[in-house]
């Protein structure tokens, strides 16, 4: 029997600056972009459960995030603290986690900053590895000051959905009897692999629940939603066969930025993209990746229009020209008829790079 744990730390970002600064306790707190007295250009990366009460967010525009604090603090209730993005701080926090982790599992799959899946079949039921769990979130409070939501249960896909089940400090176990039936009452997006646009187009025909989607059989999934359809209709299910992964490996290496003001100014777009592509560059280096083989530029309108172009080489390189070149070139068409008829003016442009190599 698989037994599969699925950590993911609360508020991340903002739990670690509330630790940091205990001025700060139980205050809403923002963390992402310069709000700049509501002029601000950029987005939340997180916000704390105090500042989630205003209604503020990951990936919020930083002014909307600044108009609901202000409209808060109308309403008397606490000021609200933004702060910026010190990336390098929440990796260390990390890093001692994941090796808290390390010590209770002989197998661990790092699945970003702030989460992990490890295996805890050696613990052969599910009461002693929820044990084990309750024993890692004790540790991490005592030690991080920090606290973590936990799902267990017999994959991946389950476990993932669990540890969200229940925020903040939260465990959550689901056994393989539990597991189809604590799906169905959820919403569909739960399920990873469906997005919002899925969501929407679902929502229309007033498919909202996994219990709904289940209506369907195997062939109407495939006829749906392609060779994804037989792989869904397991989901839907509980079913997820996927093995953890030892090696986290970043997929990409990327930057993204938001112009002071919306921007056709050449030299600035230019300057801007050359800078990024140098700071992207060195990023992969420092990760240890030699090589890439696709570099993405994304570029966002005035009118919030988005879009992506990438590029992938015949051959893998770690060229710094190649990388610049060719975000140069993947970036123009933007600038003028092909794919700017309007010459709308740019608010963000963003460079990424894929495919990388040790
Ligand atoms: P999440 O685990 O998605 O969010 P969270 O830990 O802040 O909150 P929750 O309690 O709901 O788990 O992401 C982890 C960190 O990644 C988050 O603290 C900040 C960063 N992040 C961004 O920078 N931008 C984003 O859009 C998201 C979703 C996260
Ligand atoms: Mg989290």
Known sequence: MRIIAHLDMDAFFAAVEERDHPGLKGLPIVVGADPAGGRGRGVVSTANYAARKYGIHSALPISTAWRLAERAKAR??????FLGVNYRRYREVSERIMALVRRRSPLVEEAGIDEVYFDLSFASSFEKAAEICRELKKEIRERENLTASVGLAPNKLVAKIA??????????????????????????????????KTENRLAKEGIRLVRDLKRFSREELQLRFGKWGPELYDRLRGR????????????????QETFGEDTGDLNLIFETLLGMCGGVWKRMRSEGFLTFRTVVVTVRFADFDTHSRSHTLAAATGSFDRL???????????????????RKLLRLIG????????
């Open 240 to 255: 997820h066969e996927a093995p953890l992964q030892e090696e986290y490996e970043p997929k990409s290496v990327g930057e």
């Open 351 to 358: 460079v990424r790079v894929e495919k990388l190599e040790k």
């Open 163 to 196: 540890s969200d089940f229940r925020k903040p400090d939260g465990l959550t176990v689901v056994t393989p009897e539990e597991a189809e039936a604590f799906l169905e009452p959820l919403a569909v997006r739960k399920i990873p692999g469906i997005g919002p």
């Open 76 to 81: 008397g209730e606490p000021e609200t603290v």
């Open 324 to 342: 610049r070149f060719t975000a140069m070139k993947l970036l123009m068409p933007f600038l003028d008829r092909r794919e700017n008829p309007r």
